[in-house]
């Protein structure tokens, strides 16, 4: 058997937005993962809440005030954050550098809204099983804000200190993809922290 | 056999692109390049080798522990050091051997099956490895310092918790847990990401090699399930370090709780370890049968309902725990159901061998193993699936001999033969073929003699995990049985290892497809060179060197600089060429600082803070940016897919 010339890739772009490039699918892939961990802990709350005599244990309910802005925050978050990925994905560098901006911001708000949120929770992680899977969910979450944060960081700051390049406008929309679902995975677990001791019988 | 070894790959350059090829992918020479590789074939290699010394390690641990079952009342060991030493058996063999090597076959295969030049995730790859390596040393060294785990591979709590299992044992086998999920994590998501993304052109899903459906199944099954064991033991790590009260009943608590999270994982998780077995038996019976698998949808079909379906029954392995009635009906229900597309697929396999020219090579051989091994495991795990059976053999030795036809059968013959079947196109040398059938029979017969007294054990009432039992029992004589066929099992792997080793040094040489196989790996020499394909092969068929006429090969990647073309999902169509990185030294440091904060963390909880700080930096360099591939190679850069206009 010999071999056939039948086509040059050559002619082809080197680089591509969401599912054709490769590092959207590691990010889809860390979100798979995360999604998993995330509706685990969830099923392990429900299933301490339904086996408990009384729900919280021995204690009240978690202060509704810092976790409802944190909610309210992330939801408007999703604007900018809309507004950064149509930026990168149309190759616009001024807005781009803008709205990656005003993300980097709320999520440093975020950050403090929740060193907040530790302080209302009205339990702690050795108190009982319910103070546990409580510190649980929330400290999940936090280490998604921390990564996202960290990210969004970088990329922002390479927005405004190095060449903007169609890579750099993809790793940005990326970026914008893994936010938008560190905001979908509080909603629920916002619920459980929350609501669930209100609603529990 | 000079000839053969000559024979030039389908898809070679002239000599001059090959070599310019070679350069750019290269590893650097000497210690560096061993540490810096990112090449996947190097990385796929070491994790296999080390997945077999794990072999090696749990299996002389099975050995002690038949020695001491030999005979009633041995006092060869202690009940303590019996309690570690089957505690460290299991967590070896499914932590750091069955799983990671299942995986390091995907990771050296993958990019030679999909005809790619490397993984998607070539740095990811190897911290994995590394990662992988870390936590299995963890585990050794804490062996060997009286620190070993305790509490068997499932760690049960209570027996795991604060109040049985004092000292670090248990911490040591959570964390070793979490190293290995990582590692196992990371390969697949690179894995997932080469096979959807990085297909040679004209391969749509419906050409993907079974061994890449199956690997495709498994690496999506562990993003899904290794996250349960992961949770699990952080919990149970954190109620006996941080003072939480996840499994501790008396504060509200819950024991099962931990059992709902570890066999979330846990049975998924034999099917993590089989699948990619069953995509092997496909390759080598196509190849031996020289005809394509019979069914191929079918045979899809089923491993994407199995990997459905093993998530559906994990609650099997609590029976004994006292479900509501409806609760074991539908698992009993649901775990028959399992062994449909198992069943489905072995009727395939047959007719694959009825309609084909079946040449019984080794690799063959371990085949129609599997398939008698498999079967009758797979019989006596329906029987088990029955509440009322369960109930009377849970935690015998039945149980014992059902995971090992299970397991044994179902997973490592079929690795056996994919390492013999895979073997020339790694080394370039051919094994011996009549070394290669004596260690089939021995692992065959040992295997059979060592478990099937096994199951009449059970019956007849011997629990697992004991050390030893009394002469009056009447278990005296099948336990000297069993003893008798593990030592024969032991010399055939021993065989078959040695086999391997002298054929690398001494064996015949191989040339590029010794076995006339139709898969794209066999299209590139043995051993493949750095980057795999010279010109990109084209997929016209599911067995592309089968199929008559010349093989169409298309030119264009980069010769200067790393670069791999990405093609679309379903069809396979070329789409764009990307950037792949080179050699790091940046995954080592990162595994590293990853490992400091696993270990330290058992010691002080304040790892988990300090030490993230040079994982973080270590993260950052990893990631630090790298000039744009775009611009390196002059890529046109008007029409970007999926940009807006």
């Known amino acids: 058997m010999t071999a056939r010339l039948v086509g040059d ?111 209302h929770l009205n339990t702690r992680w050795d108190a009982n099983a319910y103070g546990s899977i409580v510190w649980a969910l929330i400290l999940l979450h936090t280490v998604h804000l921390l990564t996202d944060f960290i990210d969004t960081c970088f990329v922002t700051l390479l927005l405004f200190t190095h060449p903007i390049d169609t890579e750099r406008f993809s ?31 | 056999m000079t000839g053969v070894a000559e024979a030039r790959a389908l898809t070679a350059l002239d000599v001059d692109g090959e070599q310019a090829l070679a350069r750019t992918w290269a590893t650097p020479r000497g210690l560096w390049g061993f540490l810096t590789t990112v090449d996947a074939k190097e990385i796929g290699k070491r994790y296999v080798v080390t997945g077999l010394a794990f072999l090696a390690l749990g299996g002389v641990l099975a050995l002690v522990m038949r020695t001491q079952l030999a005979r009633p009342e041995s006092g060869l060991i202690s009940p303590d050091r019996y309690n570690q030493i089957f505690s460290m058996h299991g967590t070896t063999m499914m932590f750091l051997f069955a799983v990671p090597i299942m995986e390091a076959m995907g990771l050296y295969l993958t990019p030679l099956m999909v005809g790619s030049r490397t993984m998607a995730f070539p740095r990811l790859n190897a911290f994995s490895y590394w990662i992988y390596l870390a936590g299995g040393v963890m585990l050794y060294v804490a062996y060997l310092l009286n620190i070993a785990p305790e509490a068997g591979w499932t760690a049960y709590v209570p027996l795991s918790g604060p109040e049985y299992s004092a000292g670090k044992r248990t911490d040591i086998w959570a964390q070793m847990v979490t190293f290995t999920e990582v590692a196992g994590l990371a390969a697949a998501v690179s894995m997932a990401t080469t096979i959807l993304k990085m297909r040679a052109p004209g391969m749509s899903l419906a050409r993907l090699p079974l061994f890449m459906w199956s690997m495709l199944t498994t690496s999506f099954m562990v993003m899904l399930a290794m996250p349960a064991v992961m949770l699990a033991t952080s919990f149970l790590i954190s109620d006996r370090l941080i003072g939480t009260h996840f499994y501790n009943e008396a504060e509200g608590g819950s024991n099962l709780l931990y059992q709902h999270l570890f066999w979330f994982f846990g049975h998924p998780e034999v099917y993590i370890i089989f699948l990619p077995g069953l995509g092997m038996v496909s390759e080598i019976t196509a190849t031996f049968c020289r005809r394509s698998v019979f069914g191929y949808p079918v045979m899809v079909l089923s491993l994407l309902s199995t990997g459905f379906l093993a998530f559906g029954l994990w609650v099997h392995h609590m029976f004994a725990t006292g479900l509501p009635h409806l609760g074991d009906s539908f698992y009993t229900a649901a775990s028959m159901t399992i062994a449909l597309p198992a069943g489905v697929q072995i009727f395939c396999w047959i007719a694959t061998l009825w309609d084909g020219k079946p040449r019984f090579a080794t690799p063959l051989l371990f085949v129609v193993g599997f398939v008698i091994t498999f079967v009758a495991g797979g019989l006596s795990g329906v029987m088990l699936a029955s509440v009322p059976l369960d109930l009377q053999v849970h935690d015998t030795y039945f149980v014992v001999a059902h995971f090992h036809y299970v397991l044994i059968g179902g997973a490592v013959f079929p690795l056996l033969g994919g390492i013999y079947y895979w073997f020339p196109k790694v080394t370039g040398r051919m094994p011996d073929e009549v070394a290669g059938k004596w260690s089939f029979w021995l692992i065959f017969l040992g295997f059979h003699l060592t478990f099937f007294p096994m199951h009449i054990l059970g019956l007849r009432g011997m629990p697992r995990r004991v050390y030893t039992y009394g002469a009056d029992m009447g278990w005296a004589d099948l336990n000297l049985l069993s003893t008798l066929g593990a030592y024969l099992l032991a010399s055939g792997l ?68 790393r670069e791999v073309l990405l093609t679309t999902i379903a069809d396979g169509k070329p789409d764009i060429r990307e950037g792949s990185p080179g050699p790091s030294i940046w995954p080592l440091l990162s595994a590293l600082a990853v490992s400091l904060l696993f270990i330290g963390s058992i010691f002080d909880e304040w790892f988990l803070v300090w030490a993230a700080i040079p994982v973080m930096l270590c993260l950052i360099g990893w990631f630090w940016p790298k000039s744009s591939h775009s611009k390196l190679v002059k890529a046109p850069d008007d029409k970007i897919p999926g940009a807006l206009a």
């Open chain 1, 9 to 119: 890739l050559s002619p082809l772009p080197a680089a591509g937005f969401r599912s054709h490039g490769l590092w959207f699918w590691a990010a889809m892939g860390f979100m798979v993962i995360e999604g998993a961990g995330f509706a685990l802990a969830c099923a392990a709350y429900i299933y301490l809440m339904n086996g408990a005599r009384e729900w919280p244990l021995d204690g009240v309910a978690p202060d509704l005030g810092w976790g409802t802005a944190m909610a309210v925050l992330l939801v408007a978050s999703l604007v900018p954050n809309a507004l950064m990925s149509r930026a990168s994905r149309r190759r616009l560098a001024g807005p781009t550098q803008l709205w990656a901006g005003v993300v980097f911001v709320l999520n440093t708000l975020a950050l403090v809204v929740r060193g907040f949120e530790f302080l």
């Open chain 2, 494 to 561: 021993l065989v078959y290892l040695l086999n391997l080793v002298v054929a690398a040094r001494r064996g015949w040489p191989a040339g590029p497809n010794p076995w006339n196989a139709g898969g794209l790996e066999w299209a590139t020499s043995s051993p493949p060179p750095p980057h795999n394909f010279g010109a990109t092969p084209v997929v016209e068929g599911r067995e592309p060197l089968w199929l008559p006429g010349e093989f169409p090969v298309m030119h264009g990647l980069d010769v200067e600089h």
């Open chain 1, 171 to 201: 790793d940005v929309d990326d970026d914008s993809v893994y936010w938008g679902f560190v905001v979908a995975c509080w909603l629920p677990i916002y619920l459980l922290i929350y609501w669930a001791p209100r609603w529990a019988p």
